[in-house]
């Protein structure tokens, strides 16, 4: 999930997918075609809210399975079920009926269960939760989360209510309960849990704690007609038909929201153990460098301050004034009061966005946008806004125990030397499979130099900026498995430098086409036809740990190219990896050596067990994460939810605690400053995730959690053991 596309594709594929085998599973589980019927049968959960007793008495040949195994795992008190996939075939997976026909889960706002990863690369788990008929589009819901291996994560998928209404909404990731254009299910009449991978191959993981929590009251616009709904967002960009504490009915309510916040950062400035950067000013004093780097100390990695003294990097992503920019075009009954004419005063703030970088409803158009959140600062700070705002915001981020601002935000308010700061920069190259896939075609001559002209031509102010702590460099790269890269290679075309780098690096292995043909079980006539074949797919051993091994050589490429490109452009800034490295060894051990620090984008509980593979030993960075809820604001609560603000800030609490307890993590960066729009931004995405909502009020329970968490932690970080 990122400032500039969303990172949901996966998801969209799986709620498409129409998989035979799920419909072979779904067979006979219940009567009602539609899933609009509840089943008479259907039973409620225990008292509390477990769907499922995974014990040993747990009957494992009631589980539906495609290309996997199921057996019991996890401990006496904590059982689980372990899933191995181990086939070549599409959606390898499980589906697990209800007991005695269906679950009744009319009474609850969501399903959770827990997941970890038992294997040695990382695994996208997704959860498909089933009505009669369910076919991977229609008559039920899908969620997908991340892990890592060894990591154990909690999925949380709000319960969404199928739309009865005449009336249709698009543009958004999320809709308001119980309208969702698509994906909403009949909570009375859950016949299955089907829960799969969506890569073919060698997946291990458990599955426990499947439950339902919350207590769900129907919101009273499900019965709303068009006519009494629309307009249904306000003129601040709120949603018409609900209330929340803290929503603003009128200028006036902006205005009082601004003293009172003036008065409470007066009185909580900046947490009292930290110096000028946000570094530990009464902890122990290291070599200063006058630029932040990265030592080991005490058994425990850490970032360096400028001065010398020991630095935790709290962040926060998107920093700026844009989070709750949404299209208008083709939805403009939606809003209340936009700017009609050039005199308006919000007139600037709407514009042409150009053409959508996402997917979705605007994908490939050219919508026209408006940008809520400039509009209503200008309406709570006035005309001036514009001059006076950064300057709050870094007493903000200050009071508030944030230390750093991280990736996709704004560079005048980074540029005003009040806050640490970490940058990124973009780089046009050919990326492989013939610019099918995301990852540049790091072997094409013009990488390197792409690489050093985005430096220049992007960051060039900060190269000796010791505000500026380094560089990210790309965003959540499809790394995918221990061979993927190679397979990138195999599947491009040969006039592809990537294809031609992997013939000449085979043919040193094998000295000729026979040879390996011999060793990959193929059939080529020579080597130019090998070059020409992009549909090879070998499976024999050999072809495997070539495709390995050629994978390594493909990484080690890209993160040595770029250190080069750093070091010779700002030698004195760190290089903060990718936001994304794989689980795979081969892939990290180069990131290791290339980088200064590795970073992960981690959407889940707790990031306190993860390690880097196989013994590797390096400081890492989490570049996002956040927890979002229903209960204010818009109408998604992001990739991992939460009950509402209160459990918000408690999940935050605990995320940054499991971050000061993990020896290799220097820094922990929430995603994102502001809400986005509860219309959504260009690709849909309309998360309630801000440390601020859309009217630039802050959420007092996240505050609140981010501040105890800075005041006590870097003594808790060098006492944790």
Request: proline residues 6%; hydrophobic residues 40%.
């Amino acid at each position: 999930m990122t400032h500039h596309a969303a990172s949901r594709s996966s998801l969209r594929v799986a709620r498409a997918c129409g998989v035979a085998w799920i419909l072979a599973a779904m067979t006979g589980l219940a009567a009602a075609a539609d899933g609009s019927a509840p089943a008479k049968s259907a039973k409620a959960p225990d008292a509390s809210g477990k769907l499922l007793d995974l014990g040993a008495g747990f009957d494992l040949k009631t589980v539906e399975t495609h290309a996997t195994g199921v057996e019991h795992g996890g401990t006496p008190d904590a059982p689980a079920l372990v899933i191995r996939t181990s086939d070549k075939t599409r959606w390898p997976g499980v589906t697990i009926p209800a007991p005695g026909g269906a679950w009744d889960l009319s009474a609850y706002e969501c399903i959770a269960l827990d997941v970890r990863n038992v294997d040695k690369h990382d695994i996208d788990v997704f959860v498909r939760v089933d009505n009669p008929g369910a076919d991977g589009g229609s008559h039920c819901m899908t969620e997908r989360i991340g892990t890592q291996p060894d990591q154990r994560v909690t999925l949380t998928m709000p319960i969404k209510r199928g739309s009865k209404s005449t009336f249709k909404l698009v543009g958004m990731n999320g809709f308001p309960q119980g309208l969702y254009a698509s994906g909403g299910i009949e909570p009375g009449n859950i016949v299955a849990l089907t829960i799969f991978v969506d890569v073919p191959g060698d997946h291990r993981f458990e599955v426990s704690n499947i439950r339902a929590f919350g207590k769900y009251q129907e919101p009273t616009w499900m019965h709303m007609g068009e006519k009494e709904f629309f307009p249904f967002i306000d003129a601040f960009g709120q949603f018409k038909h609900k209330e929340w504490p803290g929503k603003v009915h009128a200028p006036e309510d902006l205005k009082a929201r601004r003293d009172e916040e003036a008065t409470q950062l007066a009185t909580v400035p900046a947490p009292k153990e930290w110096d000028s950067w946000g570094g530990w000013a009464n902890g122990p004093k290291l070599k200063a460098t006058g630029h932040f780097r990265t030592q080991k100390h005490q058994g425990k990695w850490w970032l360096v301050d400028p001065d010398g003294a020991l630095f935790f990097s709290t962040g926060i992503t998107c920093v700026g004034t844009a989070s709750a920019v949404t299209a208008i075009d083709e939805r403009e009954s939606y809003f209340e009061s936009l700017p009609t004419g050039k005199d308006d005063p919000l007139a600037r703030f709407l514009f042409d966005g150009g053409k959508s970088w996402g997917g979705g409803f605007y994908a490939g158009k050219s919508p026209k946008m408006f940008n809520f959140t400039a509009a209503n600062l200008q309406r709570k700070y006035g005309a001036d806004w514009e001059k006076t705002y950064p300057e709050l915001v870094h007493k903000r981020l200050r009071s508030w125990g944030l230390n750093t601002i991280g990736n996709w935000s704004d560079g005048g308010i980074c540029a005003m030397h009040r806050t640490p700061y970490t940058a990124t920069f973009w780089y046009e190259c050919p990326r492989m499979k013939d610019n099918a896939v995301g990852f540049p075609d790091v072997f094409d001559p013009a990488f390197g130099p792409s690489i050093d002209k985005g430096l220049a031509q992007f960051v060039a102010s900060t190269f000796e900026d010791p505000w500026c702590i380094g560089y990210f460099l790309d965003n959540e790269m499809p790394w995918g498995g221990e061979d993927s890269l190679a397979r990138y290679a195999l599947a491009s075309p040969a006039k592809q430098a990537a294809k031609q780098k992997l013939g000449t690096w085979l043919r040193e292995r094998h000295a000729t086409i026979a040879d390996l043909n011999t060793a990959w079980g193929s059939s080529w006539d020579s080597w130019e036809a090998f070059a020409a074949d992009a549909a090879g797919n070998p499976t024999t051993t050999t072809a495997k740990q070539d495709l390995i091994d050629f994978t390594g050589l493909a990484a080690e490429t890209y993160f040595r190219t770029a250190r080069e490109a750093m070091r010779k452009r700002a030698p004195q800034k760190l290089y903060l990896g990718c936001r994304c490295v794989g689980g795979s060894a081969n892939v990290v051990a180069p990131a290791v050596t290339y980088c200064d620090v590795i970073s992960y984008n981690r959407y889940c509980a707790s990031v306190r067990d993860i390690r880097l593979p196989d013994g590797l030993d390096a400081p890492v960075m989490i570049g996002e994460f956040h927890f979002g809820g229903l209960d204010r604001g818009p109408f998604w609560a992001g990739l991992f939810s939460a009950e509402n603000q209160e459990d918000r800030g408690r999940k935050l609490t605990a995320y940054l605690k499991s971050a000061l307890d993990n020896p290799q993590i220097v820094g922990a960066h929430w995603f994102q400053y502001g809400d986005e729009a509860a219309t959504g931004r260009i690709d849909g995405e309309n998360a309630q995730i801000g440390f601020v909502d859309i009217c630039d009020t802050p959420y007092a329970e996240t505050i609140t959690a981010a501040q105890a968490s800075a005041a006590t932690m870097y003594r808790y970080r060098l006492d944790a053991h």
